[in-house]
């Protein structure tokens, strides 16, 4: 038995040696992320706000500290190193139930595969578990080919970042990228809610505005907020400050109740109006729950938020109909109310869904061309049954 043992051990040393990761994060150089292209950032280029700072002082605490998640940004680079690693700081080393730590604060790694023309998901970090350490240390690849490659580290989702550097051999080349992706210039800025910002993703990269950001090329800015997407007209005020805007995404509808929609939404839109009148607002319908169809009470309110929503677009339209357009939620999540976790939170499923809903109306308008499916959502809606209240 010693014999048979000891021979079976030596048949698994192979296997062993092959499955054994040569690269550890301790033996590499890191360098600082900041020395290379952020995107997907609307106002500074900082790790730790989506918000201006000359906002923060004026906003409630809990849009100031929620704004701190680093959602939707990335960093560019290219690097000859055959291992490619991260190590970060979080802010919070925040944890919940229903969404993947992978998404809350991981980062994720893309590299741009020249047989494909595309951006590929290579790895995403899993966090470490341990509460008394906010240190996470991953490296994401080994055993490349020592050859140039283009890479985009998206960040975390629903955590901050204090610090982030990215680790190469100590003998690699790392330095800006050259391949422009995606396109430097004009940028596409989302507002909204936790769906927006991420709720909930397996990892960074699955978010829908990161999806469109690779889909179409172009930055893609995330002011998702989670529980605190309730059309603040100082936020509008911000965001009307974002240079190089290609369009305003708007997606408040469920952060609010049926009067916000009806009582914020028109001064919303045209705060951002009057101080950019050439930049194109696409004002997204909020999503039926999973479960509204077979609810008493959320068959009601939904559809009454969005037709309060609606009516006031309707307002704005006969003002001025240029530049301003209209997402119905018909298959947000999909065909068969598949993409959530829990009914109003999206799987990556959910974020595709939503991603392919949004991109024929921002494809058209970065072409210049009609926008579609406007004929419909441009005549009146009808309140759906009995008022309810919230």
């Avoid at 030596?10 to 952020?38: E, G, H, K, N, Y």
């Avoid at 995403?124 to 996470?136: V, Y």
């Avoid at 006969?318 to 119905?328: E, G, H, I, R, T």
């Amino acid at each position: 038995m010693k014999q048979l043992s000891s021979s079976l051990f030596c048949l698994l040393l192979p296997l062993l040696v092959i499955a054994q990761d040569f690269t550890s994060a301790d033996t590499l150089r890191f360098v600082d992320a900041m020395q290379f292209r952020m995107i997907n950032y609307a106002f500074e280029k900082t790790l730790d706000t989506r918000i201006p700072r000359w906002l923060e002082d004026s906003v409630r605490p809990e849009l100031r500290d929620r704004a701190r998640c680093t959602t939707g940004k990335a960093f560019r680079f290219r690097t000859n190193s055959r291992a490619v690693a991260v190590r970060y700081t979080l802010l919070t080393n925040m944890h919940m139930m229903h969404m993947a730590d992978t998404g809350i604060k991981g980062t994720c790694l893309y590299i741009w595969d020249d047989d494909t023309d595309s951006w590929q998901f290579v790895n995403c970090n899993r966090p470490n578990a341990n509460k008394n350490d906010s240190i996470q240390r991953k490296v994401l690849v080994d055993r490349l080919d020592g050859k140039m490659h283009e890479y985009m580290l998206y960040l975390p989702l629903y955590d901050g970042v204090k610090t982030c550097d990215l680790g190469v051999e100590k003998s690699a080349i790392i330095e800006q990228p050259q391949l422009n992706s995606p396109q430097q210039g004009k940028k596409l800025v989302f507002y909204g809610t936790s769906i927006l910002q991420g709720g909930c993703a397996s990892h960074p990269g699955m978010v829908a505005t990161s999806i469109i950001q690779r889909d179409l090329n172009i930055e893609c800015v995330n002011i998702g907020i989670s529980g605190e997407g309730k059309m603040d007209y100082c936020m509008a005020r911000a965001m009307a400050t974002i240079p190089d805007v290609a369009a305003f995404i708007l997606d408040p509808i469920p952060n609010c109740t049926k009067d916000m929609c009806d009582t914020l939404t028109y001064e919303f839109v045209n705060i951002l109006r009057r101080a950019r009148p050439d930049v194109p607002i696409i004002m997204v319908e909020g999503q039926m729950y999973s479960y509204a169809k077979y609810s008493g009470f959320y068959g009601k309110y939904l559809p009454q938020k969005n037709y309060e929503f609606h009516k006031n677009y309707l307002k704005l339209r006969a003002d001025n109909p240029k530049n301003l357009y209209y997402v119905d939620c018909k298959g947000l999540y999909g065909p068969n109310n598949d993409g959530t976790v829990d009914g109003i939170h999206l799987t990556d499923l959910g974020f595709w869904y939503y991603a392919q809903k949004l991109e024929p109306y921002l494809k058209a308008i970065l072409e210049g061309k009609k926008v579609p499916y406007q004929k419909e959502v441009n005549k009146p809606y009808k309140p759906v049954g009995e008022p309810v209240t919230y």
